[in-house]
Structures are given as structure tokens and as C-alpha cells.
């Protein structure tokens, strides 16, 4: 199959292996562009070169053929992308193929500090945000009073926009949160000299993506977070505040629907979810420790929060949603081996809601936490399955439930991954 440009997104809440796919394909891109969010995102990456938890930089960072772009639709702290690189660099992995949109915006200090203080005020209400001042640098953004990449290497810009955002935000601390105002200066020296040091990446990097668009060159679009954290179609007000979903990859690559060839969802075989926001096929006890397969390297911790993730069964309901909302005609199933040991599988299939069926997620977050989930059962298999590389290495059972899944979700099963390893995929459809 010839694909000149393909989407890989998150299709659940985030976790479900998106770099693990991505690093594998990049190996057959020659661009791979990350859209949107920040470093509050992380995939685990295992190649080659060994374990890395990346946060901000393109998973396709392994390929030295391969242009890694960090596009404009993401926020970026300087500090820790720098720390980024620099952990890279110093396990013999070339960065000089990161490129970073001068469009992107920058996540202050002040963003940080208003982050956990608003979470904080909210009490018993809080978001479960990862502290790291996504929100408020995305609220900087619409608000049209935020530094970007740009502003970092432009002495005098910077010091202009800084000086005009300070005097909003002193007055925002000092007045409304009780706290210590932000020296112009010190954030001045500090950021321009991130600038200076990231300088070599920092560029507009339209022209590189639409020639290798017009070139008919294989492009991915790596997402962050999911789908069903979208700020528009997630479970407001527990999501990102970012678009994870195909519009946003649009938006925050640069390049226009019709230019998308595929557009692939990366689902697990089961559902996770880090922080607070309904989450129907939910499971504890026995049941939940065998999902999160704890004490092993791939266990069900968050990449980036260290938090220990919330585990269920899979949502065939959300993800048919996911994939009406955003086109999505492939679907990669990853750690389907984390079910082997289990002898009875269930799928959520539908919800009960007030006593009426209903097929999509309903609007209220308070609706949504009363949802009671219909499940189907089916068998497990009882097999270990790392070591199958093609279908029929699978057992009966695990073929059934995962066409089970394809036909749930209405989209065509391209990719299983059975393992944390490179070799531990099944290619069903050829992708790039």
C-alpha cells in the first residue's frame, strides 16, 4: 500500500502505544511531525538503542534519515526539551534532524505556577491536570498574549512581549493568588538564552512539510494524548487542552485535509486512563492487577506522571466514537498480550444511561459517571503470544477477539502489537 501521508493517533485516553507505532514507521518516513500538546504527553519507546521515555521530541528522532518536527500546534518549555536533547545526545542518539516550529508557543514559569495553583483552588473538583502549565500556555495562546519560539530568538521581541505579559500576570498573582510577582529580567535572561541554545532548531517549517507533501514523500503526523481528551469532543471537563484528533493534526502540522491519505487509531486491546473523568468500563481488584501488569517494565504507569493508570476493559462504544470523529480507516491493536493470561475477556458494547440505551458518549461528565456499561464476554486464550509475528501464530481465540474489535469499531485492523519489542508486531496491512 502506498500511503504519502498517514496520522497516527491516540484513540483512547492517551497511553496507548502511539510511539511504539510511530518509532516503528519512521524507519519508513522521511518526516514524522508531533502537532500538538506538551511535555505533560510521553511515549516509551524500546528500539535498538534501548529504553527511552520521550515527552516532546518525535519518536521518529531514531532514523538519522529522518526529519523530526515539532510543530506549531504544540507548547513547548523550553527547559525541559533542552533536557530532552541533552539525555538523547548523551545515549549517542544524532538530534540534529529536530526541527522546531518558530510558530510554537512557549510554556512560561508562570504557566507552571498557575497550573498548580488553579488546581489547588479547585479542591474536591480538580482536574487531575500533570502540573506542567499546558492549560494556562494554551489559554496564553487564545488569549493572544503568548511567547513563541520565535520571540526566543529575537532579543527585542522578547523583551517587549515579556514586559507586556508581566504586567498582566503580577497583577494576576500578586492580587488574585496571594503570591510573589515574576522578575522581567531574570525570565528575560533566562529565555533568551534558551533561544540562543535551541536557535538551531528553531525555523518556520512550512516549506520543509508541504515539499515533502508535494513530493509524495511518506509523512506521519504523531499525536499526543487521545482522542476522548479532546477538549471539544472528550469528557469535558476532564481533558487536554489541546486537539489530539485528525483536526488538530491538520491545524497543528500546517497541512490540509485533503492532503491526510490515512488516518490510523491506536487503541489497546483493553483501556487505561491517568487522572480524574468517567471512565464506564472500569475495573479493579484481581482483574485490574493483571491489566496493569505491575512489577514488569511495561507495567500500566504513566510515561510521563509516574501516576499508576486506571484500567478497564475496552470501550467499543468510545472508540466507535473515535473513529466516526475522525475519519479513521486503521486501527492498530497494541498489548493484546497483556490479556494472555486471562480466561474470560468482556467488551463494552453499549451504555445504559437512565434506562435508555444509548450509542456515544453522552455530553455531561455527571451523565457520563452514571453510565452503566453492556458487556459482551468472550474467551481467552490462555496463550502466550509475544513470540507470533504473523496471524496465524495466533491463537483461535485471540483472532476472534481481535476481529471482534475490527468490526466494533467499523475500520480495518493494520497493525497488532503483541510486545514492547521492534519485532513484536503483525503487520495485517503494509503501512508506508
Same mark, same amino acid.
Request: overall charge negative; charged content about 20%.
Given at each position: 500500500?502506498?500511503m ?9 485516553w492517551?497511553?496507548e ?49 529522518t ?9 513547548i518549555?523550553p527547559k ?23 510558530r ?8 507552571? &505556577?498557575?497550573? *498548580? $495553583?488553579?488546581?489547588? @483552588? ?6 487531575? =491536570? /500533570?502540573?506542567?502549565?499546558?492549560? !494556562? ?18 532579543p527585542?521581541? &522578547?523583551?517587549? *512581549? $515579556?514586559?507586556?505579559? @508581566? ?6 498573582? =500578586? /492580587?488574585y493568588?496571594?503570591?510573589? !510577582?515574576?522578575?522581567?529580567?531574570a ?21 520543509a ?16 494524548q487521545?482522542i ?23 491545524q497543528?502540522?500546517?497541512?490540509a485535509?485533503?492532503a491526510?491519505?490515512?488516518v ?10 491517568v ?9 479493579d ?7 496493569r501488569?505491575?512489577g514488569k ?52 458494547v ?15 461528565p ?6 452503566e456499561?453492556?458487556?459482551?464476554t ?6 502466550p ?5 504473523s ?11 481481535v476481529?471482534?474489535?475490527a468490526?466494533?469499531c ?23
Amino acid at each position: 500500500m502506498q500511503m504519502a501521508v498517514v496520522a497516527v493517533l491516540g484513540a483512547q485516553w492517551g497511553d496507548e502505544g502511539k510511539g511504539h507505532i510511530v518509532d516503528i514507521l519512521a524507519a519508513r518516513a522521511t518526516t514524522v511531525v508531533r502537532y500538538g500538546g506538551g511535555n505533560n504527553a510521553g511515549h516509551t519507546v524500546v528500539n535498538r538503542h534501548g529504553t527511552f521515555k520521550l515527552h516532546m521530541i518525535p519518536a521518529g528522532i531514531f532514523e538519522p534519515a529522518t526529519l523530526n518536527i515539532v510543530g506549531n500546534g504544540t507548547v513547548i518549555d523550553p527547559k525541559d526539551f533542552i533536557a530532552e536533547l541533552d539525555g538523547l545526545m548523551q545515549r549517542g542518539i544524532d538530534v540534529s534532524n529536530v526541527r522546531i516550529s518558530d510558530r510554537a508557543h512557549v510554556v512560561m514559569p508562570y504557566h507552571v &505556577l498557575q497550573d *498548580r $495553583l488553579d488546581e489547588q @483552588l479547585r479542591g474536591d473538583a480538580k482536574i487531575g =491536570t /500533570t502540573g506542567r502549565g499546558i492549560g !494556562p500556555a494554551y489559554a496564553d495562546k487564545m488569549s493572544r498574549i503568548g511567547i513563541r519560539m520565535a520571540d526566543l530568538t529575537n532579543p527585542n521581541m &522578547l523583551r517587549q *512581549r $515579556l514586559s507586556a505579559v @508581566l504586567s498582566i500576570k503580577n497583577r494576576l498573582f =500578586t /492580587t488574585y493568588y496571594a503570591s510573589e !510577582p515574576f522578575d522581567l529580567e531574570a525570565l528575560y535572561s533566562e529565555y533568551l538564552a534558551y533561544g540562543q541554545r535551541l536557535a538551531a532548531h528553531i525555523t518556520d517549517v512550512y516549506p520543509a512539510i508541504q515539499r515533502a507533501i508535494s513530493g509524495h514523500e511518506a509523512v506521519l503526523l504523531e499525536g499526543a494524548q487521545g482522542i476522548l481528551l479532546d477538549i471539544d469532543h472528550g469528557t469535558y471537563p476532564f481533558v487536554t487542552s489541546s486537539l489530539p484528533g485528525i483536526a488538530g493534526a491538520c491545524q497543528g502540522a500546517g497541512i490540509a485535509p485533503n492532503a491526510i491519505d490515512h488516518v490510523m487509531g491506536v487503541f489497546k486491546a483493553y483501556a487505561t486512563r491517568v487522572g480524574s473523568g468517567p471512565f464506564p468500563s472500569e475495573v479493579d481488584g484481581v482483574t485490574a492487577d493483571a491489566l496493569r501488569q505491575m512489577g514488569k517494565p511495561w507495567a500500566e504507569v504513566g510515561t510521563t506522571t509516574g501516576r499508576l493508570r486506571r484500567v478497564g476493559w475496552f470501550d467499543a462504544v468510545a472508540a466507535r466514537y473515535a473513529v466516526n470523529l475522525n475519519g479513521i480507516d486503521l486501527l492498530t491493536i497494541t498489548k493484546l498480550d497483556v490479556l494472555d493470561e486471562l480466561a474470560e475477556i468482556a467488551i463494552c458494547v453499549g451504555y445504559r444511561l437512565h434506562g435508555a440505551i444509548i450509542d456515544h458518549p453522552p455530553t455531561q461528565p455527571e451523565d457520563y459517571a452514571l453510565v452503566e456499561p453492556i458487556y459482551e464476554t468472550m474467551p481467552g486464550w490462555l496463550t502466550p503470544t509475544p513470540d507470533a509475528r504473523s496471524w496465524q501464530d495466533l491463537p483461535a481465540a485471540a483472532q476472534a477477539y481481535v476481529q471482534r474489535l475490527a468490526e466494533l469499531c467499523e475500520a480495518k485492523v493494520a497493525i497488532i502489537s503483541v510486545g514492547p519489542g521492534h519485532e513484536q508486531i503483525i503487520e495485517m496491512i503494509p503501512v508506508l
